[in-house]
């Protein structure tokens, strides 16, 4: 009998990253199995699948080595100076790690220097098929449009550096006053992280949203970004993409 191959998932973004590969198990006939809560797996059955650092921490806490853990890393694998041990691609604290999921060679190279006995594979990001598989099925949307759509997105005001920080504020009035002009049409998206946020400020501007980014991207003829993982997946989804400065940023240095 097979093993039940467990995902934990406590955010949305983990999903988008995890949900390709369960749809894959499940249609090859591997069982799986979808968990909001560590305490909800159980002490037995096959690997334990997380796409974030806190989700593999507290599965470990309460597995206490019972079953293997499988860490598959959410985003685009950068790396920030001064960020500390725990964050993004430099994350340390990987005991009792089984496997280390990465999207690419820069993430790898910087974990095979970190750990020498865990196996590290590079396996892109999955979460792209569904992304080009949305972007296809609104093709014939797209082109039917009579003025192009600018989707503008925005990483949640994360702490951990001045470069992971939001910058929404800073540019938001001149977005209202965009959304109103005939020339294009203008869309909203944000980190889920940010969404409490973000969602009364649209309103306010009166500014069209779309929290799914698959169905954003979907609609885009160019996504504008502060520093978010979706840049570069908009990027290999064939969208042209904006980036944002922010004063915050100076002397800030990152990797990918």
């Not at 994360?158 to 020339?183: E, F, K, L, Q, Y």
């Amino acid at each position: 009998m097979l093993q039940t191959t467990d995902f934990l998932v406590t955010e949305i973004h983990y999903a988008e990253h995890l949900f390709p590969v369960i749809h894959a198990l499940v249609e090859a006939g591997f069982p799986a199995q979808i968990r909001q809560h560590a305490c909800e797996i159980p002490p037995e059955g096959g690997p334990v699948v997380v796409a974030s650092f806190g989700d593999f921490c507290r599965a470990r806490e309460c597995l206490k080595g019972r079953r293997k853990l499988v860490l598959m890393e959410h985003g685009a694998g950068q790396t920030y100076s001064g960020a500390g041990g725990d964050a993004y691609a430099d994350g340390s604290d990987l005991r009792g790690c089984s496997l280390l999921l990465v999207p690419g060679p820069y993430a790898q190279a910087r974990r095979l220097e970190q750990h020498k006995t865990i196996p590290i594979v590079c396996v892109g990001l999955p979460k792209l098929d569904d992304l080009r598989a949305e972007r296809d099925s609104a093709r014939e949307e797209r082109a039917m449009k009579l003025v192009p759509t600018v989707v503008f997105g925005w990483h949640w005001d994360c702490r951990v550096v001045p470069a992971t920080r939001a910058t929404w504020p800073r540019w938001i009035s001149t977005i209202g006053r965009m959304a109103h002009n005939p020339d294009w049409e203008i869309i909203g998206h944000g980190h889920p992280r940010e969404r409490l946020k973000l969602a009364p400020v649209y309103r306010e501007w009166d500014i069209k949203t779309e929290w799914n980014f698959a169905k954003a991207l979907a609609q885009a003829d160019l996504y504008v970004v502060d520093n978010s993982s979706t840049a570069f997946e908009a990027v290999a989804a064939g969208v042209p993409v904006i980036l944002l400065d922010s004063p915050a940023y100076e002397g800030a240095t990152y990797g990918l």
